[in-house]
């Protein structure tokens, strides 16, 4: 059970900082403010811009790690529940 929660928070570490350099990569190729405001309060829409974008930005290899943290936290997320639901 710990090693699932110690895992979900690993995973989600690295989801937040693949969304930041998400939205860096959008102030590098000088995306339109909207995109940006929306990136930061939406991380969904940066995850979705960042695929699409991918390699005029150079994140090929963030978007993959991203989807790996993405999966990871969701699988140790799932496998953590029920210990902790059982208090």
Same mark, same amino acid.
């Given at each position: 059970?710990?090693?699932?929660?110690?895992?979900?928070?690993?995973?989600?570490?690295?989801?937040?900082?693949?969304?930041?350099?998400?939205?860096?990569?959008?102030?590098?190729?000088?995306? @339109?403010? $909207?995109?940006?405001?929306?990136?930061?309060?939406?991380?969904? $829409?940066?995850?979705?811009?960042? $695929?699409?974008?991918?390699?005029?930005?150079?994140?090929?290899?963030?978007?993959?790690? $991203?989807?790996?943290?993405?999966?990871?936290? @969701?699988?140790?997320?799932?496998? @953590? @529940?029920?210990?902790?639901?059982?208090?």
């Amino acid at each position: 059970m710990v090693m699932a929660t110690l895992l979900n928070y690993l995973f989600s570490l690295g989801g937040l900082v693949c969304w930041i350099l998400v939205i860096v990569g959008m102030f590098r190729l000088d995306e @339109a403010v $909207w995109k940006r405001i929306l990136a930061i309060l939406f991380p969904p $829409w940066a995850f979705v811009w960042g $695929w699409m974008r991918r390699e005029p930005a150079g994140l090929g290899k963030v978007m993959i790690v $991203w989807t790996v943290c993405l999966a990871g936290a @969701a699988i140790s997320g799932l496998v @953590a @529940a029920p210990y902790l639901a059982a208090g």
